[in-house]
């Protein structure tokens, strides 16, 4: 004990009922008590115990954390159930040995030792452990001499030396149980420990449900979490005996601080290492760790591959229960053998399939001999019928013991790294059959997987899968010829995503993650694995967007590059799902900020003015300057989505078209686009070209300016469009008059004004009239004079009218649609 520490416990055994703050000490004997203010420090003085209150409660806890680290980080709390409600707890050792918590003279917690003590002491150790021993115990410093520890009962954080499992002599389980949340260190619903099955494992908890194991111990590690073995940094062990059973880690070096803790908020263990550099928690490592961690995801006897389209494959042998669900994703009835198991002792008929790198199934109905060799395991499955599958339980050196596994195997899966090899039991004819096919070329049997997984999922199919399969099919025809000879210039080079993915990336599209209702369907916002996030675009079925127009959007957008178009990631084509997958912009679209008069104000002068001209930068590319000429025709606020920069990305290209070289404008019996947006000869004419789409860019920027929409647009006094409005305005030389009120403030008068004069020059009734994209944009960014605009096509105003009162319903509201059949006259 050190002298400052014994001066703290001569004051403090001198006033035991003064409350003095940051008087510490690192034990406390019979009748000397902590209270709220006062800590108890460790003799290294890593680690101390005192009252916290978590979060922004004001609940009050004891609790032990880090002394040295300046992030709180509380890694025990003692009366987790029951919180104190002032700052009035006192902790006190009896003289039985028992740590009593209380607040005015109720017991809030207490400490239950092994057994009656002479001269209990307690003590905070340096390894963050609170003990109570006995003083006149020859051997207080061994473990075994406590008569009770913290690391006994531990709460969310393993820290090292600690075991967690089970003590058999006892019936000690100890669990990690995540806080209910950062407010609330009672225990949650998210949880770890060992089972005792013949061979244990470690399993995380959901509730009652199983939701991780990283398979059982190998000697070595856990085959599904092979990153977790021994390291220049940590050394991990999983002891098993007729004791005890359980896992444990400790430091390699002692400069390294290490932390395991479970997490209710993401329902993730991580490992976190203290970064001194930067002052800072890191993620180490963290479990589950991906879509395959995810608990029986394919079901009895199938067999998870990460990298595989869709995940869940049947192990070699087996074959999917129900083709028609499995198929459809729904892999809960998992697989069965091929051909049936034979079962007879005398004429055996059976064999074994020798699958490498998997994650050993769910142990729960095993038996463990760690005595025998592989031989002798093998003839021990094989003698009964139940037995499905065997391998060593310890794979360190050439291997030893044996494991089997009784009934249908679960929860396996394969690892990129490490995993181990397991025996699986199967009929002797279809083991000839897999030898057989393991001598053809490994390229034959990838094609043939391709193949096979290709034409399951698909339907139509887009371009792009069409000429895969097709490629494909052709290959399997004919596998030795020259795999070159087809043309790829073609195909997409955009990656296609698995429906599954994209169904766990969203929840299910799950209705909380919906942030939008594109033209053709509900967009949503998805978390990828690895923690990017993307926008699903979900083409519902009864929407306007048939095929064509989605492998028109994917085609297009796939080969376009440039900062102020969204990006496509990947799309998915299975079944009836169409799903186009974005970058996601975290600031929604334009349309949401400029007509809402609350977050209007978000958007002042400089970022609209930024806006606009990222928008006509991207236009500009789109016109001009990508290889292929494009019509958005279906340019409008909501089709501008926002960056966490502002940066605006023109998005959805369902409706775009592109142009030959020196085509000028097309025609279409099929007018798609929005009202109000549209420039009347294609809205009346169906005839488009480039300059549709710098009418629909004047509407926009007017909106911008006013904050209003074009369409919806009602003036008290006369029956005039957005568009009527502004050029009488302007007319009467008070244009400043269409300025939003929520960017008067911020805006330069000269330059909203030069907008106001450009946009009107865009919407000129005429498109000839109409400047282009690189016009506008020197307009905009120069001081250079600019033609006087001619008033506005009348007709156009009036057909806005109309188009508004053919649906009242939807005049005036935010839910604009893009229309797909107007007419073709
Ligand atoms: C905390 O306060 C509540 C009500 O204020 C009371 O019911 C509860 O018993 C108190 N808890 C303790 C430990 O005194
Ligand atoms: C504690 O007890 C005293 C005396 O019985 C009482 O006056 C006081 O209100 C109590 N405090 C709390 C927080 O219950
Ligand atoms: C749990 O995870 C959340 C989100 O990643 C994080 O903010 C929080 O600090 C974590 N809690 C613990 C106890 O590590
Ligand atoms: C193995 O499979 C074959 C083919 O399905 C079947 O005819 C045979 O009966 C099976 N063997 C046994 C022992 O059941
Ligand atoms: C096979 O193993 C199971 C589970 O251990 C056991 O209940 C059964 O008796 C065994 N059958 C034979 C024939 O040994």
Redesign the pocket.
């Known amino acids: 004990m050190n002298v400052l520490a014994f001066i703290s416990i001569i004051t403090y055994i001198l006033v035991p009922s003064l409350r003095v703050f940051s008087m510490e000490a690192d034990s406390i004997t019979v009748s000397q008590s902590i209270s709220d203010g006062m800590t108890l420090v460790s003799q290294g003085g890593t680690f101390e115990l005192g009252f916290f209150s978590p979060g922004s409660s004001n609940k009050r806890y004891l609790g032990i954390w880090y002394k040295k680290i300046p992030t709180r980080t509380i890694v025990w709390v003692a009366n987790r159930q029951t919180s104190i409600n002032v700052t009035s707890g006192i902790l006190m050792l009896k003289s039985t040995g028992s740590l009593v918590l209380s607040q005015n003279d109720t017991v809030v917690w207490c400490s239950t030792p092994h057994e009656q003590a002479k001269k209990p002491v307690a003590q905070l150790l340096d390894s963050g452990n609170l003990v109570v021993k006995d003083e006149e115990d020859a051997n207080p410093e061994e473990e075994e001499g406590y008569l009770w520890q913290s690391f006994d009962y531990p709460s969310d954080t393993m820290l090292p030396g600690m075991k967690i499992g089970w003590d058999l002599r006892n019936g000690l389980n100890r669990r990690l149980t995540a806080w209910k949340s950062p407010e609330d260190p009672s225990p949650g619903d998210f949880s770890w420990g060992i089972e005792t099955y013949n061979y244990p494992e470690s399993v995380m908890n959901k509730g009652n449900k199983k939701y991780y194991r990283p398979g059982p111990w190998n000697g070595l590690y856990q085959s599904g979490a092979p990153e977790l073995k021994p390291n220049s940094l940590f050394d991990y062990n999983f002891v098993s005996d007729q004791n005890e059973v359980y896992y444990t880690y400790t430091l390699r070096t002692n400069s390294l601080v290490s932390i395991l803790v479970m997490n209710q908020t993401n329902y993730v263990r991580s490992r976190y290492v203290w970064v001194e550099t930067d002052q800072k928690w890191k993620i180490y490592a963290s479990r589950p760790g991906d879509y395959c961690d995810t608990y029986n995801l394919c079901g009895a006897n199938g067999n998870c591959i990460i990298s595989d389209s869709p995940v869940c494959q049947c192990l070699k042998g087996f074959r999917p229960k129900s083709l028609e669900m499995w198929n459809s994703m729904d892999w809960s009835q998992g697989c069965v053998h ?7 002792k005398f004429n055996q ?2 064999g074994f399939l020798k699958v490498s790198s998997l994650k050993l199934p769910d142990t729960t109905f095993t038996w463990l001999d760690e005595t025998i060799g592989l031989e002798e395991c093998r003839t021990k499955c094989l003698n009964n019928c139940s037995c499905m599958a065997y391998t060593n339980s310890d794979i360190r050196g050439k291997g030893r013991g044996c494991a089997i596994w009784f009934g249908d195997l679960i929860d396996i899966r394969q690892m990129p790294v490490g995993g181990q090899d397991l025996y699986i039991r199967m ?4 083991l000839i059959e897999e030898a057989e096919t393991g001598h053809k070329k490994l390229t034959k049997t990838i094609i043939a997987i391709i193949a096979i997984a290709t034409s399951g999922m698909l339907l139509l199919g887009c371009i792009w899968i069409l000429k895969v399969c097709k490629n494909n099919s052709d290959k399997v025809k004919h596998v030795d010829q020259d795999q070159n000879n087809g043309k790829h210039s073609e195909d997409l080079d955009l990656p296609l995503l698995d429906l599954s993915a994209i169904v766990y990336a969203t929840g299910n599209f799950s209705i909380d993650n919906k942030i939008g209702e594109g033209g053709f369907g509900p967009v949503y916002l998805g978390k990828l694995v690895n923690g990017e996030e993307i926008a699903v675009k979900r083409l519902s079925k009864s929407s306007g967007q048939g095929m064509t127009e989605f492998k028109n959007e994917v085609k297009l957008v796939a080969k376009l590059q440039h900062r102020n178009l969204v990006k496509l990631l990947g799309c998915c084509i299975q079944g009836e799902e169409k799903i186009l997958v974005y970058e996601y912009m975290s600031n929604s679209s334009l349309d949401s900020f400029i007509f809402d008069d609350a977050k209007g104000e978000v958007l002042d002068w400089s970022k609209r003015y930024h806006i606009i001209c990222g928008v006509a930068r991207g236009l500009l590319y789109l016109h001009h300057d990508s290889r292929l000429r494009i019509v958005h025709r279906d340019l409008k606020a909501s089709n501008v989505l926002l960056d966490d920069m502002w940066n605006p990305k023109i998005a959805d290209f369902g409706t775009a078209r592109t142009f030959g070289g020196d085509q000028i404008e097309g025609n279409t019996n099929r007018v798609v686009g929005t009202y109000g947006y549209m420039a009347p000869e294609y809205a009346i004419d169906g005839v488009f070209s480039i300059k549709s789409d710098i009418f629909s860019f004047g509407i926009l920027l007017l909106e911008i300016i006013s904050g209003k929409r074009n369409r919806g647009f009602y003036h008290a006094n006369h029956s005039q469009n957005l568009i009527g409005h502004a050029w009488r305005k302007w007319k009467e030389g008070k244009a400043l008059e269409l300025i939003d009120k929520n960017i008067v403030g911020s805006c330069i008068e000269s330059e909203v004004l030069r907008c106001i004069h450009i946009s009107l020059l865009c919407v000129e009734e005429h498109p000839k009239d109409r400047p282009n994209m690189s016009s506008v944009i020197l307009m905009l960014g120069s001081e250079m004079e600019l033609a006087n605009p001619k008033q506005p096509d009348f007709y156009m105003s009036k057909f806005s009218d109309e188009a508004n009162s053919s649906q009242p319903a939807d005049f005036g509201t935010s839910n604009e649609i893009t229309i797909t059949q107007l007419i073709a006259r």
């Open positions: 091929k051909k049936p198991l034979s079962c007879d008929k059976d009929n002797a004819s279809e």
